[in-house]
């Protein structure tokens, strides 16, 4: 039949087949990928500083800022350089409480899973018994509804206990990956300060050329080229590290196979090769998230020039939350290939559809994996962050005392300062542990399809028996999908069979519908909210 030879939308569905040499991380033999990118990218680098020496030539920022600036303003500036040195102590503080942190995701990663899960009911749950106590019936509705929602969500996490367990395992993992490899720390280190160094001079551009005399349409023309070429140069620093972490992560994976040939520093290869041969690949995906992102940049001026018109508004908001939605899908499936790219050295977008076919043929384990790690990553930086603003209040409050917080000493400020700074140094950590649990996942996968039959799997033991014990859906498709194989005459996408012969490819299809509309929900995240109205 015609239907037993379509694949899913994001490839074939066939998983792959045993190979005894097969090394899983490919270290010898890289070809250059995608070239034409790379050159782009470095002419839109050429561009962008040309485009900034122009605006700091022409823009008339201190008189602009001087005649506008409030005393406020003033206080706020001499505030931050009085505590300067306290805010650095805050920073070193957030390092250390990431990195702490880090050891606590191996020891402790099954407590701190049940913990965000507990939380998250128990939040839902407070909310409902809070709406109950208004008078309002509508509102003691809403406070059932709420309630009801808690309900299915305890359901949802009893049903889906074999897959947090799954989870935990990847999570200690990915943990000892970072412990192996803690080179791709520095590395991190190194493009972080880089990325601040980057956003910080965009900033002082765009500030520069919207204070030029003449906003002509050149001018803002050149605002928005300034504005795509900064946030692509930004992407694509993210992508060198997520490049390095994940080949890093994969070579530490399959270092026990006897096939694999394991480099003297698996983070400097990796690096190599995001600087290298994989070059190209990190510039084509990060080009087109850098595109939606200026999108919704125009969008959010716009927004605010039409809060006025209600309508206009509502229609801006709607388009500002498809891009956001756009960009989250975008952001996901690019995280991925890149996995694929440091991993096995192919293009990105063949690396692309392999990543994702290789995912469509295990949607519910690697979707609920990564959905509930990013949300353990994000109570982490709150709680970072909240411990880096109380010690910060601690030491405002010792200094200043009474004078807290008036005119003349606006501690917001600060505060508001110390909180980004930790913020960003928690999101720091929390990106390096998110690619290599997204390595663990694509690693295992790819070594259950290739060797488990064969009895050749080359994961820890200890991760073999916790997902072997708790079903975790990637052997059953394998399972399904070589039952149906045998049972057809054909095999799965032979031309005849029986009446099972559309088994596979009716099992990828919801599967692959399924995970679409997860990626949709949950694995979105925009750079600023949505205004509907």
């Known amino acids: ?62 008189a602009a800022l001087c005649q506008h600036a409030p005393d406020a303003f003033a206080y706020a500036v001499a505030m931050v350089k009085d505590n300067r040195g306290a805010l650095g102590g805050m920073a070193c503080l957030a390092f250390g409480i990431g990195l702490v942190w880090l050891l606590l995701l191996r020891v402790f990663a099954r407590e701190a899973v049940y913990f965000t899960i507990l939380a998250a009911i128990g939040l839902v749950i407070g909310a409902g018994v809070f709406l109950l106590t208004f008078s309002n019936s509508n509102i003691k509705i809403a406070g059932i509804v709420v309630l009801c929602f808690a309900a299915v969500l305890c359901l949802i996490a009893i049903w889906l206990r074999k897959k947090i367990e799954f989870t935990v395992r990847i999570m200690k993992e990915a943990s000892s990956s970072i412990g192996a490899n803690p080179g791709t720390l520095l590395v991190s ?15 002082a551009s765009l500030v520069y050329l919207n204070c030029v ?31 390095t972490v994940g ?40 080009m087109v998230l850098a595109i939606v992102a200026t999108l919704r940049f125009i969008i959010s001026r716009a927004q605010k020039a039409a809060e006025g018109n209600r309508l206009a508004s509502c229609i801006l908001g709607c388009v500002q939350c498809l891009c956001s939605c756009i960009y989250g899908i975008i952001e996901f499936i690019n995280q991925f290939a890149l996995i694929y790219v440091a991993m096995h050295g192919k293009g990105f977008f063949t690396s692309c559809k392999e990543v994702m076919a290789l995912i469509g043929r295990n949607p519910y384990s690697t979707v609920f994996a990564h959905a509930l790690a990013s949300v353990v990553l994000f109570l982490g930086k709150v709680m970072g962050v909240a411990a880096c603003v109380l010690a910060m209040s601690g030491i405002l409050k010792s200094k200043y005392g009474n004078e807290l917080n008036s005119e003349q000493h606006p501690t917001a400020w600060v505060l508001t300062l110390t909180a980004m700074i930790a913020y960003a140094m928690m999101a720091f950590f929390a990106a390096v542990f998110e690619v290599a649990f997204d390595t663990v996942i694509v690693c ?27 079903h975790t859906g990637v052997k059953t498709y ?45 694995c979105t995240k925009p750079i600023g909210r949505a205004r509907v109205m």
């Open 478 to 522: 394998k399972e399904n999908y070589d039952n149906h194989s045998n049972s057809t005459p054909g095999g799965a996408y032979g031309g005849g069979g029986t009446s099972n012969a559309g088994a596979a490819t009716a099992y990828s299809q919801p599967s692959m519908a399924i995970e679409f509309s997860l990626h949709v929900f949950v």
């Open 247 to 286: 080949g890093s992560t994969a070579i530490w994976y399959f270092s026990h196979n006897v096939n694999a040939s394991s480099p003297l520093s698996p983070t400097m290869f990796s690096l190599s090769v995001a600087l290298g041969k994989g070059f190209g690949s990190i510039c084509v995906g990060t």
């Open 189 to 203: 280190v190194a493009m972080a300060t880089v990325f601040i160094g980057v956003a910080a001079m965009l900033v």
């Open 213 to 243: 005399p003449d906003q002509s349409q050149n001018v803002r023309l050149l605002f928005i080229f300034l504005l795509f070429g900064g946030f692509w140069i930004m992407l694509v620093l993210v992508g060198i590290v997520q490049v």
């Open 444 to 470: 295992y996968m790819e070594d259950v399809e290739r060797n488990d039959k064969a009895g050749k799997m080359v994961s820890p033991q200890s991760m073999r028996d916790a997902v072997t014990e708790q």
């Open 1 to 62: 039949m015609a239907d037993d030879k379509k694949a899913s939308f994001l490839g074939d569905t066939k998983p792959h087949e045993h190979d005894p040499s097969w090394a899983g991380v490919q270290t010898k033999d890289r070809q250059f990928q995608n070239v034409p990118f790379a050159i782009l990218f470095f002419g839109v680098v050429i561009g962008c500083v040309a485009a900034s020496s122009w605006s700091f030539s022409h823009g008339r920022t201190n």
